[in-house]
């Protein structure tokens, strides 16, 4: 059986992720800042939890300990939103957001090298702002946009083990829910901003994860799951 580590992986995509991940028969461990609400998860879904916060390099070390016996897949959920225009940036809330999504992955990627399993692979998480600037997405877009050229670049260094990353758009996962009754005219305006005509849902994004643990040929690129929002003019 397949060992797969989801960083990220007690809320929201990185959940189901994981919860896929046990239905199709993989050996899954969720790794959460928030090891309560990991553990929560494990319990039910029949999982291992560990505690991995991205902006603590000494968890990242101590869960590439306990897992050294080895991990076929690990898929990196993790985000610090920092929504805010140029003037307003705050210093600490920059290098959480860049942390999150870069550095920590790539952190990951020192630790857990020697721990996964030639015929492996890593899963990197970006998302459709870091095609589509617009104002106060300054910092979101950015490091979303890094994650794709941290893939390429992770990719040829841990090679063969496989590094992708995934660019989802605006997905109804549940992270959303804080906005109340605005959800749904953001999830409306995001349906209209695709060529599909519709917004994301959670399935949408795990199936493509799930293809990629499983894309023996596929490395070092950026699968966009998104319904065409890049290419939608206006």
Do not use: C
């Amino acid at each position: 059986m397949e060992r797969i580590l989801v960083i990220g992986g007690a809320r929201a995509l990185g959940a189901a992720v994981a919860r896929r991940a046990v239905k199709d028969g993989y050996d899954v461990v969720v790794g959460a800042r928030d090891l309560a609400a990991a553990d929560v998860l494990a319990a039910e879904i029949g999982a291992t939890a560990l505690r991995i916060d991205l902006q603590d390099e000494s968890t990242i070390a101590a869960a590439a300990e306990r897992l050294k016996d080895g991990i076929d897949h690990l898929v990196t959920t993790g985000s610090a939103p920092h929504d805010v225009r140029a003037t307003e940036l705050d210093r600490d809330e920059l290098l959480a957001a860049f942390t999150a999504k870069v550095i920590g992955p790539l952190l990951v990627a020192k630790h857990f090298a020697p721990v996964l399993r030639p015929t492996g692979s890593m899963v990197m998480f970006s998302g459709v702002v870091g095609w589509r600037p617009g104002p106060g997405s300054l910092v979101k877009g950015i490091t979303n946009g890094a994650v794709e050229f941290a893939a390429r670049h992770l990719a040829a260094d841990l090679a063969p083990v496989r590094v992708n990353a995934i660019s989802p758009g605006v997905v109804d996962s549940g992270a959303w829910d804080r906005l109340g009754d605005n959800k749904t005219g953001l999830l409306s305006k995001s349906a209209a901003g695709t060529l599909v005509g519709r917004h994301g849902e959670t399935e949408d994004v795990v199936d493509a994860v799930m293809w990629l643990l499983r894309a023996g040929f596929v490395s070092g690129e950026t699968i966009h799951v998104e319904g065409g929002a890049r290419h939608k003019s206006g």
